[in-house]
Every structure is written in structure tokens, then in C-alpha cells.
């Protein structure tokens, strides 16, 4: 598909987009919509493990990651014309999703490819270098397999795995920081140097609205069990933090814990780390001061 240019086109009227609107706003204006991408972009899936302990009847729920591999067409915008792309595709570089789940909350109708991948948007040139400014990590749960308490020292291996294989797509260091192509061996791996937010949001697939929990138990009727996660929460946190060093915010998305986010923002203070709850407001239904829902969706 070719790309049209506005302002060499004598036939085509000048974009209003482009003719009054300053360079500066327009990246504001991509940043938004690269946000507003994000959701949806990613479409290709790979199987990394399973959840569960291999002693318990979920075990088969293969550990799986969704990602927007190299493959993918790039986002809509960019094919508009010749110089939204060129101005695009710098902000587009920043912006990356990896949804993990597993076989019964990640539709088996996605493309499956063998190897874990990043968008070619996001991949540095012999011109360019690419850093990711801004993480998102969607994590969609199964209550069956996460209520055993038993099984907690394998869904923390099972999440440092994921984790990992994300990480391994990006330059690492000999001292462990992350670092870019111009400072590694490896042309065309990103750099994490330049990370400054994760978003972490959690969903429960509407064929899970029921957990199974007690009905006489306080958490019952809740959309995400995060009093049985925290553990695992504390392994993704402290994963996340370790991505780079220039990690200034986390942000979360789902009914949380207030303790745990309590204790969560004091432990990553002194790290100069902020923890963005934006509260929606609590959940009237069951104990507002145990549980806050944060965030927003997009």
C-alpha cells in the first residue's frame, strides 16, 4: 500500500492536521492514539510453559504470551501518508503490550508462532536506535488455577519465565542493566534505558465472573483474586523494576488490595518509583476499605 504526501500532491488539499498544528502537539496527539492502539495490538501468541503444578488437574492450561510480533502490519495511522509516518513512527517505538495468560483465557483463534517477537516498529536501524518508554503488561486470569495456595512457588517460576522470555527481547549489559544498540553487540534490539512507565492490568474473562470462592467468604463475588496473588504480584513488580533503572512509575489497573498497594508503594519509594493507583472509587458491594479499584481501561 502506498503512501500519499499532502504537501507534494498539487490534486490533494492541505491536511489541517498537518498545515496548523505544531510537530510538538502532533506527537501529543499519537501518543494518545498509540494508547488507545495498544489494547488490541496484540494478535500472535507463543506457548512459554504451563500454569499450575504439575500434580494438579490444571496443569494442562498451557502458559501462553501474546504479543504484536514483527510480522504485523503497523498501526493504521502510519499508512496514511509519508510524513504522519515519519512523525508517528519515533512516538509508535515507544508504545509496547504483551498480554500472558494461558489456553483458557487467550482465544485459541489467535495466530500461533513459534518464537517470540517485537513489532518491526520497534526494532533499531543501522540509522536509528529504538527505545520503549512505556510497558504495558496485560495479565488475564483463570481463578481455577489460581486458587490452589499450594501451587504459589510454581506460579512465581511460571511469571519470572514470562517475564524473561519478554525481557531476552531487549539488549542487556554485561552488569545487567538494559542498554541499547548503540552501546551493544546485537544490531536491532531495542533499548529499556529509556523506560519510564509500566502499566500492569489485570482481567478476568467474563467466563470467569463467578470465582470459586465460598459464597459466606468476604472476597466472594470479586472480579480478580489478588488476596491469592500478592505473592505473585511481589515477583512481577520486582521483575518490572529490574527492566531498567529508569523505571519511574508503575501503574495498575484492576481491584487491588489496599494494603498490599500500600506496602507495594513504600517498598519502591526509595527507589524513586511511583505507584499510580488512580482510584476509581471503591467497591461498595464488598469492604471499600480492603479492596480499591484502580486505573482505567485504554
Given amino acids: 500500500m502506498s503512501l500519499s504526501n499532502n504537501q507534494n500532491d498539487p490534486h490533494q488539499s492541505p491536511s489541517p492536521f498537518l498545515a496548523r498544528l505544531p510537530?510538538?502537539?502532533?506527537?501529543?496527539?499519537?501518543?494518545?492514539?498509540?494508547?488507545?492502539?495498544?489494547?488490541?495490538?496484540p494478535r500472535t501468541v507463543t506457548k512459554t510453559g504451563h500454569w499450575g503444578d504439575v500434580d494438579e488437574a490444571v496443569s494442562a492450561d498451557d502458559q501462553l504470551i501474546m504479543f504484536e510480533s514483527e510480522t504485523q502490519d503497523s498501526p493504521p495511522l502510519m499508512r496514511t501518508c509519508r510524513q504522519i509516518a515519519q512523525e508517528l513512527g519515533p512516538v509508535a517505538s515507544r508504545h509496547l503490550r504483551f498480554v500472558i495468560g494461558s489456553s483458557s483465557t487467550i482465544s485459541a483463534a489467535s495466530p500461533r508462532e513459534a518464537t517470540l517477537s517485537l513489532p518491526e516498529r520497534c526494532l533499531a536501524t543501522?540509522?536509528?536506535?529504538?527505545?520503549?518508554?512505556?510497558?504495558?503488561?496485560?495479565?488475564r486470569l483463570n481463578p481455577r488455577v489460581i486458587l490452589p495456595e499450594s501451587s504459589l512457588p510454581v506460579k512465581k517460576r511460571n511469571m519470572q519465565d514470562c517475564l524473561a522470555h519478554i525481557r531476552a527481547l531487549f539488549r542487556e549489559s554485561p552488569d545487567g542493566d538494559v542498554e541499547g544498540v548503540d552501546g551493544g553487540k546485537e544490531e536491532g534490539l531495542p533499548s529499556l534505558t529509556a523506560l519510564t512507565s509500566v502499566r500492569v492490568h489485570f482481567v478476568v474473562p467474563?467466563?470467569?465472573?463467578?470465582?470459586?470462592?465460598?459464597?459466606?467468604s468476604p472476597f466472594a463475588g470479586f472480579r480478580f483474586l489478588g488476596w491469592a496473588l500478592e505473592p505473585v504480584l511481589d515477583v512481577l513488580v520486582d521483575e518490572l523494576c529490574a527492566f531498567s533503572r529508569s523505571v519511574r512509575s508503575?501503574?495498575?489497573?484492576?481491584?487491588?488490595?489496599?494494603?498490599?498497594?500500600?506496602?507495594?508503594?513504600?517498598?519502591?519509594?526509595?527507589?524513586?518509583?511511583?505507584?499510580?493507583?488512580?482510584q476509581l472509587g471503591p467497591n461498595k458491594k464488598r469492604s471499600p476499605q480492603l479492596h480499591e479499584i484502580c486505573g482505567q481501561l485504554g
Fill in 23 to 41: 510537530v510538538e502537539i502532533r506527537c501529543q496527539i499519537y501518543d494518545i492514539y498509540m494508547l488507545a492502539y495498544l489494547p488490541e495490538a
Fill in 126 to 139: 543501522q540509522e536509528t536506535t529504538a527505545a520503549v518508554k512505556n510497558l504495558q503488561i496485560e495479565w
Fill in 206 to 216: 467474563e467466563v470467569f465472573a463467578e470465582p470459586l470462592v465460598p459464597k459466606a
Fill in 250 to 278: 508503575i501503574e495498575f489497573v484492576g481491584t487491588l488490595g489496599r494494603k498490599w498497594l500500600d506496602v507495594t508503594a513504600e517498598r519502591l519509594a526509595p527507589k524513586q518509583i511511583q505507584v499510580m493507583r488512580r
